[in-house]
C-alpha cells in the first residue's frame, strides 16, 4: 500500500488568491508528479520531478510551480488562482528502480469561485 | 504518438455477472500497460502490471487482464461482479524507465442489484 497524502482534500478560494498543494510521499520515491484530472477527461501530467532540486513541466501548460527541496515533498503552487484552475489536482511517486509504477494520493478538490 | 483509448465511457453491469472493460494502446517502444481504479473522492489505486511474461496477469480484488500484443490490447476482466466495484477505472500505458505515463479516459461501471 502507497504512503502519499495530499493536502487540503478540498479546498474552496477566490480568484486572486495564492495557494499551496501539499503532497508528501514516505516511500523513498525518486520520482514525483503532479497531474490535473477534469471530469470525463484522461489525467494530464503537469509537472514531474526526477529527484531533489529537479522540475520539469508536462505535457498540460500549467500556470502553476514546483519546488523539490526535499525528497519526500513535492508542493505545487499557483500565484493567483482563477476559475479555471478548478479541477481535481493528483500527486504520485515512482521508483525507477521498481519499473516506476506510480503511487497516487487521494487528491485536491479545488474550486476558484 | 502514443495514447490509450478505452473505447466505453460508462457500462452498466449486474452484480454476480461478469466484466470486461476494455483498453487499447499506441505506444512506440515495448509497453508497460496498469489498470487503476478510483472510488469517487479518492485518488487512483493500482489495480494490476504488466511488464512481460505471461500476457494473463492477476490483480487485487478478484481482477484479471490479458495483454493481447496483435490488437495492442489489455482488457480488464472480473468473473463475478461486486457491488463495492463500482467506480472509475483507468488503462494506462508508459515505460519502464522514463518520466510519463498515458492514461485512458476511464470507464465509469455501475453496479446494478
Known amino acids: 500500500e502507497a504512503d502519499i497524502y495530499q493536502t487540503p482534500r478540498y479546498l474552496v478560494i477566490g480568484t486572486g488568491k495564492k495557494i499551496t498543494l501539499e503532497c508528501s510521499q514516505t516511500m523513498g520515491h525518486d520520482k514525483m508528479y503532479w497531474y490535473q484530472q477534469d471530469p470525463g477527461m484522461e489525467l494530464h501530467l503537469i509537472h514531474y520531478s526526477y529527484g531533489v532540486n529537479s522540475t520539469e513541466k508536462g505535457d498540460l501548460s500549467s500556470e502553476s510551480t514546483v519546488s523539490r527541496i526535499r525528497t519526500e515533498h513535492f508542493p505545487l503552487t499557483l500565484e493567483s488562482a482563477r476559475p479555471s484552475h478548478t479541477s481535481q489536482y493528483l500527486c504520485a511517486s515512482s521508483e525507477e528502480s521498481r519499473g516506476n509504477i506510480q503511487y497516487f494520493g487521494a487528491g485536491t478538490r479545488l474550486s476558484v469561485l | 504518438a502514443q495514447s490509450v483509448t478505452q473505447p466505453d465511457i460508462h457500462i452498466t453491469v449486474s452484480e454476480g455477472a461478469s466484466l470486461e472493460l476494455r483498453c487499447n494502446y499506441s505506444?512506440?517502444?515495448?509497453?508497460?500497460l496498469f489498470w487503476y481504479v478510483q472510488s469517487p473522492g479518492q485518488g487512483l489505486q493500482l489495480l494490476l502490471k504488466?511488464?512481460?511474461?505471461?500476457?494473463l496477469v492477476q490483480g487485487i480484488k478478484g481482477f484479471e487482464a490479458e495483454f493481447k500484443r496483435s490488437q495492442s490490447s489489455f482488457n480488464l476482466r472480473k468473473p463475478s461482479v461486486h457491488w463495492s466495484d463500482a467506480a472509475e477505472y483507468f488503462c494506462?500505458?508508459?515505460?519502464?524507465?522514463?518520466?510519463?505515463?498515458?492514461f485512458g479516459t476511464g470507464t465509469s461501471l455501475t453496479v446494478i442489484p
Open positions: 505506444y512506440g517502444a515495448t509497453p508497460y
Open positions: 504488466y511488464f512481460s511474461g505471461d500476457t
Open positions: 494506462a500505458v508508459g515505460a519502464y524507465t522514463g518520466n510519463q505515463f498515458y
